[in-house]
């Protein structure tokens, strides 16, 4: 039986921006018909600012693979490419108010339909976009695929990359090699969390690297909660900040600074600490 | 929203008559058949009386029925017994379209050393003799083959299979449960050792089962302890199931008798309205040999999870072979061994009817599937040329 979202069913039955546009600027085709999936997404950007004016797209597959492509198009409509591309399967699945975890692949496939037209755009070959051996025979999944798709995910199991990739799906026969993968990431990611041998940054890099941090990772997250952030100062290892919004006198604040240091510290340097201006 | 039911090959509804039967098991006439008293004494009587009644379904004595708890556990029992009582032999013979309940069966004993072989089947679903012929081997230990398939309706040509597999004194077991009250079965004309039947499969409960095990044959129980079903299968019988078992044999014998052809004549309706309307749909499996309550259709370049859901909608119920519909990431294992192309294998329907099936039930699908497959095929990127009229 469906466990989909009253969301998921509403835009299944009711699908958005279907179609295919007429000379399209970018266009990206994943999935195939043997493997039961398939979504072919049409652009129209605005050369000037590379910014997304229109999205269609043809889907074949089920409720949840339709509806996901409603939720990726509404999701890049009106962003930059760069914008658009900071968009994750789980924004997909969110935007639907969440897929069962055996359809989250549905959710894959509309990030990768998005990466495929972007290198179309581009002028890059599909095939750059994703590189690597297949693992996979059954369902034609490469190990970059599942890497990227484990990192993302936070995945820990063989079924969870089933669920997300469709990888091990099938014949059940790249299972060990699934395996393989797994452990390989989070010894990795074990390794680089617990040393992280750093370089060390130039004082321009620093600030650099701090502003970008701030843009990316964490103005978008206040900015969904009708808070922003503006950076004020950076004095030695002291990043000199000030909360705008909702954020300001709100009593989540102090949790609200603390993560943003902890994210700094995560993503620039150890030392760093947030102070509010 | 009135509920149309086609998918009578999952399960079927319980008959009025079946439940009126079983009643009276759910309430006062709780006993226990094993009991000396009376009061238990009496509910074995009626235990008896549907072991009759089966039995008539399939033209068997009444000693060559015991109840089983499901059909799975009658075809896990019968293969059981077969290698147990056989057990210098190594081989098992089967083939690829099974329901798991015997294909699954089958891997697992493939993994404990035993050697199968799993018959391949032709686009239309039909098995090669000759190929059965030449598996059979000394070695042997049981042939098990299916009646007819759950999900193409195909019809075996059981009794010639029967004829090649006793040439050889070879046990026949045969998965009858989607037969059983759909076409006539006569056991004392087909020469097999051992038969599955199922109760929900036509109009029974669920939870009841039969296994025939022919007189004289060799048999082993699979589940042990009581004297139950002569030691044949131990466990406090599901008396309330197992009676209405026996009624649900009663009416599905004198509906054989007098429904003629009104199921097969829904069905072709059915077939013929979706070929009207709906360009290149295909059937799966043979025309000729099929089930007359089951047909499998499918529409190329969309994908059957998302046609349930749309029928869904309208409270029609069906099935499909596609992937997402299947559990697992892979499509139907039947339609696949048949050689379904996959644009065709996502997009196959399942719908199997039953005597309580209406002509209005068929019109009202007949209205309602051609613009689902439109709208499904105007968001496919493939196929864009197919459209229904
Ligand atoms: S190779 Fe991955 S499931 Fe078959």
Redesign the pocket.
Known sequence: MWEYTDKVKDLFLHPKNVGEIDNPDAVGEVGSIVCGDALKLTLKIDRETNRITDAKFKTFGCASAIASSTALTELIKGKTLDEALNITNQDIAAFLGGLPREKMHCSVMGYEALEAAVANYRGEKPCEVEEGEIV????GVTDQKIKRVIMENKLRTVEDVTNFTK????????IPDIEKILKEVWAEKVIEETVKPRKKLTNIQKIALIQETIEKEIRPLLQADNGDIELIDIDGSRVIISLRGTCTGCLMADVTVKNIEKKLKELVNEELVVEVE | MKVVYLDNNATTKVADEVREAMLPYLSELYGNPSSMHTFGGQVHRNIEIAREQVAALINAEPEEIIFTSCGTESDNTALMSALLSRHDKKHIITTRVEHPAVLNFCKTTAREGYRVTFLPVDKGGRLNLEELRAALTDDTAVVSIMYANNESGVIFPIHDIADIVKSKGVPFHIDAVQATGKIPIDVKKLPCDMMSISGHKMHAAKGVAALYIKRGARFTPYIIGGHQEHGRRAGTENVASIVGFGVASDLAKKHLQTEGTRIQDLKDKLEQGLFNTCPDPRINGDMVNRLPNTTNISFEYVEGEAILLKLNEFNICASSGSACTSGSLEPSHVLRSMGVPFTAIHGSVRFSLSRYTTEEEIDFVLEKMPPIIKELRELSPYGTDLACH
């Open positions: 996979c025979m059954c369902f990888a091990g799906g099938g014949c059940g026969g790249c």
